[in-house]
């Protein structure tokens, strides 16, 4: 599967970005979101099972951000409110994420990536 973010941009802590992952098959599959700033590693943000009905967020961005999907638009969204500069990063949807929430936050459990996103957060 082929994927694709975007939506990302330049915006002023406290405010929102909704991000998009596209791809054919999108509904095919769980799909996580992870990001990674300069010099850091690669950060588990949240992931949604293929229903929607289950979802997992990373401790950094629980209760600030929202991930959805709509399959007949083969697109799940990643909704981030009261953004913080410390947010500023490269954003990835990625796909065929593993069951569970332990295995849904290692990044090297995911078999599809797509190109990421780049997110700032600054006045």
């Known amino acids: 599967v082929q994927l694709q973010a975007s939506g990302g941009g330049l915006v002023q802590p406290g405010g929102s970005l909704r991000l998009s992952c596209t791809g054919s098959?999108?509904?095919?599959?769980?799909v996580g979101w992870f990001r990674q700033a300069p010099g850091q590693e690669r950060e588990f943000v949240a992931a949604?099972?293929?229903?929607?009905?289950?979802?997992y967020y990373g401790d950094s961005v629980k209760g600030r951000f929202t991930i959805s999907r709509d399959n007949a638009k083969n697109t799940v969204y990643l909704q981030m409110n009261s953004l913080r500069p410390e947010d500023t990063a490269v954003y990835y949807c990625a796909a065929d994420a593993p069951p569970g929430r332990a295995l849904a936050a290692l990044p090297n459990m995911y078999d599809y990536w797509g190109k990421g996103t780049q997110v700032t957060v600054s006045s």
């Open positions: 098959t999108v509904s095919s599959y769980d």
């Open positions: 949604i099972i293929r229903s929607g009905s289950t979802t």
